[in-house]
């Protein structure tokens, strides 16, 4: 019953609620797989779960809002169920969170990224196991088509605007072999597509024995068999090297897609954000990406109204992204991060009607790139790995990150490779219709 009391009961079922990038939805499969591993089942329901977990992301103020919202529904779920475990890990929990603690006392624990311990130790305790000896690893037990793979943690570059140095810490590399031996177990699972992460996947290994990088990780996961595409996320301007630019060129399992955050197209709003490079820097890195690859389908990041920004430098941004076309762009207008560099020294400066009009209009101009970029996919064929059903369609994705949409006929799609020529496009997404049955 909903009101009995847990206090020396076992636990036998969790739930996690994620919000933020890939890094907190890796962690959250990852917790999810250990938790499955100490018997416990997985729910989406919070009232039925006895162990609820809130992995939370504070790289924006909406993030943090929804956190704290979220973190009010499940405290009356705690009153009357006082024995169920709530725990909070993620970007809101730094290394000392005695003032989390007074905010929410009724959490029971609070984990930093990538810091499963706390958690466990508490529910091992409930269990009375030792649950170091029930796992035998992290990987998820039953991953998708796709799956995470989390090879570099922290990040050492300090931007003025984020918070993130401060919560995941300095920059630890995974050894390359132990990043080869989870994709093959993942393909023995069935996965077909693996995606690299890391804050900035690019510094990956310089911390390691023999100073291997990104692209030697590329080529090694690249020999696994069973694994068809790889990806990776997420790219900083100053650390997408020429070597790493040739192996995504060279390797036809990478995918020819980049997601290399600009954040700002004009160079004093770039030195206030402590980014390392100048937008001509940015634009060469661009020509040099698109000399290699020429079909290559290129993302990026962009901070609107962060300090200081003036409606010419705007006008700036606004030109680089004309001038670049990016596929995708995800614009968001700036938020001051307590304990940051800008939020120590710099004044928030632009109103916020102005940042919504800000990123209104540059919705407006990417929108229409967007558009005019897919459509000359009409009429053309594309290889889609398909991931899942969609409102009754089956969905997918291209080598360049396109999502791609076909009906839902008798065969099975899930998990293959499907020829699909193009019918109908958008800024968001194509439709088509299967060319044969896939592999």
């Known amino acids: 019953m909903e009101g009995d009391i847990l206090n020396g009961h076992r636990p036998r079922s969790f739930a996690i609620w994620t919000i933020g990038c890939q890094m907190n939805k890796a962690d959250s499969e990852r917790l999810a797989s250990a938790l499955s591993q ?23 103020q909406s993030a943090e809002e929804k956190v704290v919202g979220t973190l009010g529904l499940v405290k009356p779920l705690k009153e009357r169920r006082p024995g169920r475990i709530i725990a909070l890990m993620g970007c809101m929990v730094g290394p000392k969170p005695d003032t989390l603690r007074q905010r929410f006392p009724y959490v029971d624990v609070f984990a930093r990224p990538q810091e499963y311990r706390p958690i466990l130790d508490l529910v091992g305790r409930r269990l009375g196991v030792n649950w170091e000896g029930c796992l035998s690893s992290f990987i998820p037990l ?41 994709a093959r177990l993942l393909a023995q699972k069935g996965v077909r597509e693996v995606v690299l992460l890391g804050q900035i996947v690019d510094r990956y290994g310089h911390d390691l024995p023999g100073r291997p990088d990104l692209a030697d990780l590329l080529e090694a996961v690249h020999r696994v068999p069973g694994i068809e595409r790889i990806r990776f996320l997420t790219s900083h301007p100053a650390d997408m090297t020429d070597r790493i630019i040739q192996a995504v060129a060279r390797l036809e399992k990478v995918c020819k897609h980049i997601n290399i955050p600009v954040q700002a197209g004009d160079d004093e709003v770039l030195a206030r954000m402590r980014r390392g490079y ?55 207008p700036y938020s001051p991060r307590p304990g940051t560099i800008a939020s120590r020294r710099m004044e928030d400066d632009v109103p916020p009607e102005e940042k919504r009009r800000r990123v209104q209009e540059a919705e407006r101009l990417q929108e229409r790139i967007a558009g005019e970029i897919n459509a000359r996919y009409l009429g053309k064929t594309v290889e889609v ?7 009754g369609k089956w969905r997918g994705r291209t080598t360049t990150d396109k999502l791609v949409f076909f009906p839902d006929g008798e065969r099975d799609y899930m998990g293959k490779l499907v020829e699909v020529r193009i019918t109908r496009a958008s800024p968001w997404a194509l439709q088509g219709e299967p060319v044969g049955a896939g592999r």
């Open 278 to 332: 100048t937008r001509d820097d940015y634009l060469r890195l661009i020509e040099r990406i698109r000399s290699a690859i020429p079909d290559v389908a290129l993302s990026t990041d962009v901070i609107v109204g962060f300090c200081g920004e003036t409606e010419a430098q705007f006008r700036r941004t606004l030109d680089l992204l004309a001038e670049v076309r990016f596929d995708k762009v995800h614009i968001a």
């Open 385 to 391: 790995l398909v991931d899942g059903r969609e409102r």
């Open 38 to 60: 100490l018997g416990l089942e997985e729910t989406d329901d919070f009232r039925q779960a006895d162990v609820i977990v809130l992995n939370s992301c504070v790289v924006r």
């Open 142 to 182: 039953r991953p998708g088509v796709s799956a995470f793979i989390p090879v570099i943690h922290g990040c050492d570059r300090m931007c003025t605007f984020c918070i993130i140095p401060y919560r995941r810490g300095r920059e630890v590399s995974r050894p390359l072999e132990e990043v080869v031996q989870e």
